[in-house]
């Protein structure tokens, strides 16, 4: 019975194997574009249209990392679980609970334009390509792949790129949250740091405009950088970077201009406690009155085994404050910024196409995208700074840090500040803009700087991370910066005399009492830090093992016993493992790569940063400083650039050469250049080809 059993399950699966194989075959596409891959294997995309150009960017992005692609399409289908099981069965939850399917049926037509509807679906048809292509190794229930997979991507990503789905693990824990402690904790799909300067010829010796697009985001997942650089004959060659699942660069530059976000985090969520009609479990009170739930259900396919799923279904409830959470301490609805916008794609693809400030301003005026600072330079000498946001405009005189009483519309918000209402400045007189996730009210130095207009329930950052600090400290002390120091600055591994690091040690060194002999030789080696984090210093190690720190000084909870504790194990750590204390920083902190480990300079909330995970003893990277690109225009408005990623472009193809190609590169702090005309890629061709063809 049991060998009967066993067969029947083989069977079935053999069945079901041989159906998926044959239902995807090769079809006929109709796309005019050619990939050019350069020496370091970074695809240039050459379409005839924007449409054949999109087509292309596709299929090259799912040679190099179609894995990372196929599970973004899962998660944003909503049949993650489907795949991978139960412990991703939250993500399909989250399709639901922020209604990205409804958003994405009712707006898909009449929301975007017939343009950027055309990209988004040759786009998908490069994915189907490659998927036909390679059927044996995908996931067939994703195929085909359509325009709407690829904005509902957008609409199911936004959210959570300011940390919403942190907001609802925080209510589904055993006791009720109080988020007006809160300090951004980042999740899977969230962004990270960042770092952005430009300067122009007011503060350069030679007269260039120069800017640093220098992102910092996780080095593998759904938000990991992929380099590419996107031609047509319809007006579209930029260079730059974007995540798995975009049709269109996220920060980069074409033959005009450049432009750079860093993460900023205005207020863009408030949690209301309902109070539930005891009578009646989908009915809440709002003013004075009981109002009724909208209800819906959303089933989650979870795989078991082999070919076997087994699906079930999760009631979800809308209020009219927004999705709703029902947890052991109450109920709760959440309200966030962008709710049911579509343009997203829209709006970064119009940014890809601008000419000149004029036309970049008027695709940012589409206030499609909810966060992120934006800094911006073009060759014509202007830079540009703004703190993008879909901000709410709240009732004044009211705690939005706490969760709100749920019975009061007055609470409820609708409205936003206008793009001209954001903190921006244009052109200072210094010459010089940056942001460090950081204040924007200290985008420069001097009297230039922005004044503070909008009101603090905004959220708006008022506090310097050391990055802004060292940035003011160094571009912003220097009024004729040459080009090598441009670079320099860019990767500086100090700390700040007034950050938040330089703080806790002072304190915990003036607080330290021991008679330990081995730890007393520690205390000495952290006195005698000069606050460097270079692969040769022998002070750094231990000072980066010892101390968590903070980007706010505000949030930042000194308690001597713990970093006692911490340093004390720091100490015997490196004893047991490296045999001594004062190690070099680059004997711990390592970029790792399949066989290749190398030696890393930088640290927490450095301008050169880094962030790492203990892996066998070693302090691994695991985010910060990866992709970025350095552009500059000279006297004439000719534009020249460098660019360099952590890994290589094929940042999951293990079998590629440029799987960890520009990793010796990234670690030396040094850079290759990047191409934005044909002569000069053909110069540095490896190979070229037809998606179609292959």
């Known amino acids: 019975m049991k060998i009967r059993y066993i067969v029947l399950i083989l069977s079935l699966f053999l069945l079901y194997s041989f159906f998926n194989d044959n239902r995807i075959v090769v079809r006929e596409y109709n796309y005019n574009v050619t990939i050019y891959r350069d020496n370091w294997g970074v695809p240039h995309i050459y379409g005839e249209k924007d449409v054949d150009t999109a087509f292309g960017l596709a299929y090259a992005h799912s040679e190099d990392d179609y894995e990372t692609l196929q599970e973004v399409l899962l998660a944003l289908r909503g049949n993650l679980a489907s795949v991978k099981g139960k412990d991703v069965a939250p993500v399909d939850y989250l399709v639901g609970f922020l209604n990205v399917w409804e958003t994405v049926e009712l707006k898909y037509d009449k929301e975007l334009s017939n343009e950027v509807k055309a990209v988004c679906e040759a786009y998908a048809d490069g994915i189907n390509l490659y998927m036909e292509k390679n059927s044996s190794k995908i996931e067939s229930s994703l195929y085909p792949v359509t325009g709407k997979d690829i904005v509902a991507g957008f609409v199911f990503r936004t959210p959570l790129m300011f940390d919403l789905d942190w907001y609802i693990k925080e209510l589904m824990k055993e006791e009720k949250p109080d988020f007006s402690d809160y300090t951004q904790t980042n999740t899977e799909y969230s962004m990270y740091g960042s770092n952005m300067f430009a300067i122009n010829g007011k503060r350069s010796t030679d007269g260039h405009t120069r800017i640093s697009i220098n992102s910092h985001q996780p080095w593998e997942g759904p938000v990991t950088w992929y380099e590419a650089h996107l031609h047509s004959e319809e007006g579209w060659n930029i260079s730059g970077g974007l995540f798995p699942g975009s049709p269109v660069i996220f920060k980069g530059y074409n033959e005009n201009l450049a432009w750079s976000h860093t993460v900023n985090s205005p207020d863009l969520v408030d949690v209301y406690e309902l109070f539930i009609n005891p009578d009646n479990e989908y009915e809440y009170f709002l003013d004075g009155k009981w109002e009724r739930f909208e209800v819906k259900n959303h089933p989650i396919n979870i795989k078991l085994l082999g070919p076997f799923n087994w699906t079930f279904n999760r009631e979800l409830l809308f209020s009219k404050h927004g999705p709703v959470i029902k947890a052991k301490h109450g109920v709760y609805a959440l309200r966030y910024s962008g709710k049911g916008l579509i343009g997203q794609v829209e709006q970064w693809f119009n940014m890809n196409k601008s000419s000149n400030l004029e036309e970049f301003t008027n695709a940012m005026k589409k206030m499609q995208i ?11 000498g202007n830079i540009h700074y703004i703190y993008n946001g879909i901000i709410p405009k709240r009732k004044p005189k009211v705690n939005y840090n706490k969760i709100l009483p749920g019975d009061r519309s007055d609470l409820i918000w609708d409205d936003y500040y206008n793009y001209s209402e954001l903190p921006q400045i244009t052109n200072p007189s210094t010459g010089y803009l940056q942001n460090c996730n950081s204040t924007p009210y200290l985008a420069t130095v001097g009297e230039n700087n922005i004044k503070i207009t909008l009101p603090s329930n905004t959220g708006i950052e008022e506090y310097q991370t050391n990055r802004a600090y060292r940035a003011n400290e160094l571009y912003g002390t220097d009024e004729s910066i040459t080009k090598e120091e441009f670079y320099n600055y860019k990767y500086d591994t100090y700390y700040s005399k007034k950050s938040v690091m330089k703080y ?23 006195q005698k830090w000069d606050l460097g984090n270079q692969k040769n210093n022998t002070s750094a190690a231990l000072a980066l093992l010892t101390f968590d720190i903070t980007y706010n000084i505000n949030d930042f909870k000194y308690n001597y016993e713990k970093i006692f504790k911490k340093f004390e194990k720091s100490v015997n750590f490196l004893i047991d493992n490296y045999g001594k204390i004062d190690i070099e920083l680059g004997e711990i902190q390592v970029l790792r790569r399949g066989d290749t480990m190398l030696g890393l300079d930088g640290g927490p909330d450095i301008l050169r940063a880094i962030y790492t995970k203990l892996v066998d003893n070693k302090r691994v990277a695991r985010h910060g400083d990866c992709f970025f690109q350095m552009v500059e225009w000279d006297l004439d408005g000719n534009v020249s650039a460098e660019s360099i990623h952590q890994y290589g472009s094929a940042t999951l193809d293990k079998e590629s050469p440029h799987y960890s190609d520009q990793a ?5 702090m040094k850079m290759k250049p990047s191409y934005l005309e044909l002569d000069s890629i053909l110069k540095n061709l490896k190979i070229s080809y037809k998606p179609t063809d292959k």
Not at 370 to 380: E, G, I, R, V, W
Not at 664 to 668: A, D, E, G, R, S
């Open 370 to 380: 909810p966060m992120f600072n934006t800094l911006y330079a073009d060759k014509k």
């Open 664 to 668: 010796h590169l990234f670690t030396q």
């Open 504 to 526: 806790a040690l002072d304190r915990f060194l003036n607080d330290i009492k021991t008679d330990d002999s081995v730890l007393l030789e520690g205390v000495k080696i952290l």
